[in-house]
């Protein structure tokens, strides 16, 4: 029976760019997809634009995978954002750069992506078993046996999980790969939710789905203590709150809310001036627009149609003329604006999150190689990795880079 080289679990970007730098290394590959086509959950990728990454600098890039960050300089160094970019180009797809640094391709379609991955994969030869669910991985007299439900049987003397994590199940990322990696021996951090939107208490934001407030300040408030977001875009949804901020922040907010019950979104529609500037702004808009109504005015500080709702929360009254509004009833107006408050009671669940934070615990993987500090010539890459980035493209030039290195690294180059 064939003993494959190298053998890749897992054909996302991780495991088609492990795949891809093996085979260039002249090695047999095969690679094992559970789907009946490569790429699946890249196709979904910045709403299926495909942010594959971002022109960040190697420290910010770090920076945005937290306090573990420091984990990933070496792939990023052997295999960066621009060495992604080269690649790219190299096969005749352009790119363009967007807010925040974030890379797309030029057809502005995942499809482009993929399609190149797998052109890459059929010119190399690579093997892609399809439909391929691994149902148990273990190690004999140095060769990994893998076996399928379907009883399939692969020997390989190289193996690499890139299996992803347990978002998007539909797409394949079942969770499956942890379970592998713990019955080796690998300890598996908690698995949380990174880049997923929050539910809130108050029922008037249900009624106001689809509503955007632009360029709003926020923060946390838990246990006396004030966590400052950065400023930007919140989406008022069905269930709760959403928005590139809240995605990207998500996972310490989830973190946070493990802990404490009693959280709060403070929310600054005011953010470019301080509360006594905003206090004269009205003082002297309420003399010069004295016959106006409040709900009128407020059309110049707040989206029209919140702005009955969040008087009603305050219990101020939408008709009520300028000259008629005391000066409690001008306090209570001021603190709405910059400091209204919704209740964030839970995070929608890990299935529904774009990115899995936890995994194999880094501590257990050589950060040079990707390999097993526990099993010889078993390698990690991707989303199956614990901790999770920002959003922006970094998590998927995570999964090339760490894709990568874990290929070459498999083929005995290190």
Not at 67 to 83: A, E, H, I, P, Q
Not at 194 to 220: A, D, N, Y
Not at 315 to 329: A, E, H, R
Not at 356 to 375: A, H, N
Request: net charge positive.
């Amino acid at each position: 029976m064939e003993i494959f080289d190298v053998a890749v679990i897992g054909a996302g970007p991780a495991g088609c760019m492990a795949a891809l730098r093996a085979a260039q290394l002249n090695k047999e590959v095969i690679l094992l997809e559970r789907n009946d086509k490569i790429g699946r959950k890249l196709l979904l990728t910045g709403q299926g634009r495909c942010n594959f990454t971002n022109i960040a600098s190697l420290k910010v890039f770090l920076e945005m995978f937290g306090k573990r960050g420091s984990f990933y300089r070496d792939v990023f160094y052997k295999f960066s954002n621009y060495d992604l970019i080269d690649y790219f180009q190299s096969r005749g797809l352009g790119y363009k750069v967007e807010d925040s640094g974030r890379v797309f391709p030029i057809t502005e379609k995942s499809k482009t992506v993929v399609d190149i991955l797998k052109k890459d994969l059929d010119e190399l030869q690579v093997k892609i078993l399809y439909n391929f669910r691994l149902k148990y991985l273990n190690k004999d007299s140095g060769i990994f046996q893998l076996s399928s439900t379907k009883n399939q049987l692969i020997k390989a003397h190289n193996v690499i999980i890139a299996t992803g994590g347990a978002s998007y199940k539909s797409t394949g990322s079942s969770g499956d790969g942890f379970k592998f990696a713990e019955s080796l021996g690998h300890h598996i951090t908690k698995l949380t939710p990174g880049g997923v939107p929050l539910l809130v208490e108050e029922e008037w934001v249900f009624q106001r789905k689809g509503v955007t407030l632009e360029r709003v300040g926020m923060s946390i408030e838990y246990d006396g203590k004030i966590k400052h977001l950065p400023r930007g875009n919140l989406l008022l949804t069905h269930f709760g709150i959403s928005g590139p901020v809240i995605l990207d922040m998500s996972h310490m907010i989830v973190e946070i809310i493990d802990i404490y019950e009693d959280l709060k979104l403070n929310i600054d529609f005011k953010p470019e001036i301080n509360q006594e500037s905003l206090e004269t702004q009205l003082m002297e808009d309420f003399q010069i627009y004295s016959k106006k109504s409040l709900k009128n005015y407020l059309k110049q500080h707040l989206p029209q149609s919140l702005i009955e709702p969040i008087l009603q929360t305050v219990s101020l009254d939408p008709q009520k003329k300028l000259n008629q509004i005391t000066k409690k009833d001008r306090l209570k107006l001021i603190k709405t604006l910059k400091s209204l408050q919704l209740t964030i009671i839970d995070n929608l669940p890990l299935d529904k999150a774009l990115v899995t934070c936890g995994g194999v615990s880094k501590k257990q993987i050589d950060p040079r190689t990707m390999e097993s500090k526990l099993v010889k010539n078993l390698y990690f890459a991707g989303e199956i990795i614990s901790g999770c980035g920002r959003r922006g493209g970094y998590n998927l030039q995570q999964a090339f880079s760490t894709g990568y290195v874990a290929g070459e690294s498999a083929s005995g180059k290190k």
